[in-house]
């Protein structure tokens, strides 16, 4: 991780949603952890692709300086979009998490992997490499509208969207 993500203080969600009120969305999916890392925070990029992981590795191929990859995968359960892999380029590059509205596969791989990685559940079936999808671009999951540059928190509870960085 990067300086400054290891200067972040820990923002628990329940803190934040009572300390913010409707100043922060909740992501009202079930969301379940894979990462090691079960609390995360972090600006967020944006991916909306479909069954296609080719820009999640372009992505986490780049620094990542604490952000958080939000891939808005339309809940599909066909393919998994991270892998052990991709995790492990993720942690390697600085980015603190990553959440998928959909699949990861290789669950025992990123067990072991020091970042936060949220999805809907797990597929063995890798993506297609076709290059589709639209990066950082507003998405809209779990009844909430996410946008490059607004701020994830993630842990055990859950996963909540604010406008900029709390401060608590």
Same mark, same amino acid.
Not at 91 to 99: C, D, E, K, L, T
Not at 129 to 134: I, L, P
Not at 143 to 153: L, S, T, Y
């Given at each position: 991780?990067?300086?400054?993500?290891?200067?972040?203080?820990?923002?628990?969600?329940?803190? +934040?949603?009572?300390?913010?009120?409707?100043?922060?969305?909740?992501?009202?999916?079930?969301?379940?952890?894979?990462?090691?890392?079960?609390?995360?925070?972090?600006?967020?990029?944006?991916?909306?692709?479909?069954?296609?992981?080719?820009? +999640?590795?372009?992505?986490?191929?780049?620094?990542?300086?604490?952000?958080?990859?939000?891939?808005?995968?339309?809940?599909?359960?066909?393919?998994?979009?991270?892998?052990?892999? %991709?995790?492990?380029?993720?942690?390697?590059?600085?980015?603190?998490?990553?959440? +998928?509205?959909?699949?990861?596969?290789?669950?025992?791989? %990123?067990?072991?992997?020091?970042?936060?990685?949220?999805?809907?559940?797990?597929?063995?079936?890798?993506?297609?490499?076709?290059?589709?999808?639209?990066?950082?671009?507003?998405?809209?999951?779990?009844?909430?509208?996410?946008?490059?540059?607004?701020?994830?928190?993630?842990?055990?509870?859950?996963?909540?969207?604010?406008?900029?960085?709390?401060?608590?």
């Amino acid at each position: 991780m990067n300086e400054r993500t290891k200067k972040l203080p820990k923002l628990a969600t329940a803190d +934040v949603c009572d300390a913010l009120g409707n100043a922060v969305e909740v992501i009202a999916l079930p969301l379940r952890d894979f990462g090691m890392r079960l609390d995360f925070a972090g600006p967020i990029s944006t991916l909306k692709t479909l069954d296609d992981n080719t820009h +999640v590795r372009s992505l986490l191929e780049k620094k990542g300086e604490g952000r958080v990859l939000v891939i808005d995968g339309a809940a599909s359960m066909r393919t998994a979009l991270v892998g052990g892999n %991709l995790a492990a380029l993720a942690y390697q590059n600085g980015w603190a998490g990553i959440i +998928v509205n959909g699949c990861v596969r290789d669950q025992h791989e %990123l067990i072991n992997e020091d970042i936060g990685i949220k999805a809907l559940g797990t597929c063995p079936r890798k993506s297609i490499k076709q290059e589709k999808g639209d990066v950082n671009v507003p998405v809209s999951f779990g009844n909430v509208m996410i946008e490059p540059g607004f701020w994830a928190i993630a842990d055990g509870d859950g996963v909540v969207i604010s406008r900029e960085l709390p401060s608590l």
